[in-house]
Structures are given as C-alpha cells and as structure tokens.
C-alpha cells in the first residue's frame, strides 16, 4: 500500500510539472518571440528608432502610445498575426505568439494636423483671408495679392520665402506676410507754361528774376516719376544755378539743367548795374565764360547768336526799370 501510494505521488508530481512548464520547441527551450517596435517618425520609450524586445510565449508586453510634433497618433499596426494586438488605437497590449524566433514588428501611424495660416497683405489687398496647411506637406497654391504701385515680391513667414512647394513645419498656427517692391518709373522734369526747358543744352529758362528756390519747386517745374530734385543753390536762383534730376531708384543723377535769367549775366538773379558792367566785358570779348555757358546765354538778350552793343543797352534798359526782357528761347 505505502508503495503504491508512492507511486501515485510521482505521477501526480509529473502532471503538475507538465502543467506549469512553458512551451518549448525541440531543443527544450522555452518558445520565444521578438517584438520590434517602430515610432515612425515619433519618439516612444525615449527614442526615435526602432526598439527591439525578446519574451516568451503567451508573455505580454504593454505598449504605450508614441509622441510626435505636429501629428496626431491613430493606432499601431502589425506586420505578421503570431502575436496579438489589442487597443490599438491607445495604450496597446501586446502578447507574444506561440511560434518560435518569429519576428514581428509594431508600427505607429500618424496623421498630419491642420494649422492656420493667415494672409497679411502688408498694404495690398488678398481676397482670401488665411489657408490651411498641414503638418510636413506643402502649402499649396498660395494666392496672389495687388498693391497699387507696387509689386508682388512673394510671402514670408518671418524672414523665410514661402511657395506652395515649401513644406510646413512650424507645428502652430502662423502668418504669411507679403513683401512687394515698388515699381519705379523713370523720372522726367516737368515745367509748366511759362517755363522753358532747353533739353538739348540743359537750360531751364524761368520767367522771371528774384526767384526763391521754394518758388521755383513749386510754381515753375515738377518731377514726374520716382524722382527728385537738388538744387545747387546759396540761397539765391540765378544765371548759372544747377538743378539736378536724382532717380530715387538709383540714387544717381539722371539730368542737370542750368537756369538761364536772360539778361542776369552776373548770377545773382537780379538784372542791375552788376549785369551792364559783365555785358559790356563780355561784349569786348574780355570775359573768359566758355563759349556754350549759361552766363553768355543770359548775355544773348536778343537771341541774334551774337553780344553785342545791342544787348548792352537791352540790359542798361531794364535795370534801369525802363524796360523787361523777355524770359524766353525764341
């Protein structure tokens, strides 16, 4: 009986190992799977790569949910079926598959947020007020805004040109500002009727002595164009001023004119007692002006190529207040 009864304790011994003994393959080990797990572009358990892990059969492995800038995680997926999946949209639970040295990978999946990006025109007008744009895919077909005198030079954000092949980044809503460049034209002196503009020999011939220079901007000769004027001046307008036509583009000279006072040979801007005495030394060809100057212009009273006696009186005349002489080329 007491043998019996010790044979009945070791077989009874043997069914409890058996079932609490792991599975295992032929060679007596435990079966055993791995498990690789890839974040896709996310960061899970502290890494971006791909993380590998050994357990054996019917173990479970819980698989918490990844992170990733701009992306919203959906669920993980699986490449084979050994092992089981479960929650997968979440925190996952994992259970290894009974086939030995399997190998099956884990991977998250993502999809892109949306952002905001507004337009600012920056002075034009956008009939579209902002766009949506997506996490790592491009902006698209941007539209294209209008500003009167000016051109479309592109959008920014910040200090970036934005095309609709550049991909967003950013992670957050933004703003796109539009740059322009301004559309210069050429400028061009303007005179008004009663002003003369010799532009072949750049000579302004104004209508009138003791001119101011505030008088002469505003009453005989404008810029039309991205331009403006320098005047050469003391203080005084006269014989042999120098105006100059500066393209605000450039920032060069684009002309320079010289007044003409007919009978101001002296370049004060007056016609006076000053002015008989230079007329008569250059009448005597005693006056070292060159031959195409402003002043033997001025001289030139009576328009004949020539300066002589003629012109001489013609000035004594009017600084003598007996007389005017007419501020004109013909």
């Known amino acids: 009986m007491k043998k019996l009864n010790r044979t009945v304790s070791v077989l009874l011994a043997v069914v409890i ?38 357990q054996n059969y019917n173990t479970t492995k819980t698989i918490p949910v990844p992170t990733r800038t701009g992306y919203c995680f959906t669920r993980w997926t699986q490449s084979g079926t050994n092992g089981s999946l479960s929650s997968a949209s979440t925190a996952a639970t994992y259970i290894y598959g009974a086939n030995n040295n399997v ?29 949506t744009v997506y996490m790592d895919e491009p902006f698209g077909v941007l539209p294209v805004p209008v500003r009167e005198g000016f051109t479309f030079a592109g959008w920014f954000m910040d200090d970036m040109q934005i095309t609709e092949n550049t991909l967003f980044t950013a992670a957050e809503n933004g703003t796109l500002t539009a740059h322009w460049t301004k559309d210069y034209v ?40 991205d331009g403006h004027l320098e005047i050469e001046s003391d203080g005084s307008i006269g014989t042999g001023t120098r105006v ?37 030394t250059v009448a005597a060809k005693l006056a070292g002006y060159a031959p195409d100057s402003a002043q033997l212009l001025a001289a030139d009273v009576t328009h004949d190529g020539l300066i002589n006696s003629t012109d001489v009186t013609e000035i004594r005349m009017a600084s003598a207040k007996l007389q005017t002489i007419a501020q004109s080329l013909a």
């Open 186 to 225: 050429s400028p061009v002196l303007v005179t008004n009727a009663t002003a003369v503009l010799d532009e072949e020999r750049g000579f302004f011939v104004r209508p009138s002595a003791r001119c101011t220079e505030t008088a002469l901007r505003e009453q005989y000769f404008t810029v039309s164009g």
């Open 103 to 131: 190998t099956e990978t884990i991977t998250a999946q993502w999809q892109a947020n949306s952002y905001i990006a507004a337009l600012d025109p920056a002075g034009g007008v956008c009939t579209i007020p902002a766009i």
């Open 244 to 280: 100059k036509l500066v393209n605000d583009q450039t920032g060069e000279v684009d002309a320079v004119y010289t007044i003409v006072i007919f009978g101001d040979v002296s370049g004060d801007g007056a016609i006076n007692s000053t002015d008989v005495t230079e007329i008569r």
């Open 17 to 54: 190992m058996l079932s609490v003994t792991p599975l295992v393959g032929l060679t007596g080990n435990a079966l055993s799977q791995s498990r690789f797990v890839n974040p896709n572009g996310g960061i899970w358990n502290g890494s971006m790569q791909t993380q590998s892990f050994k």
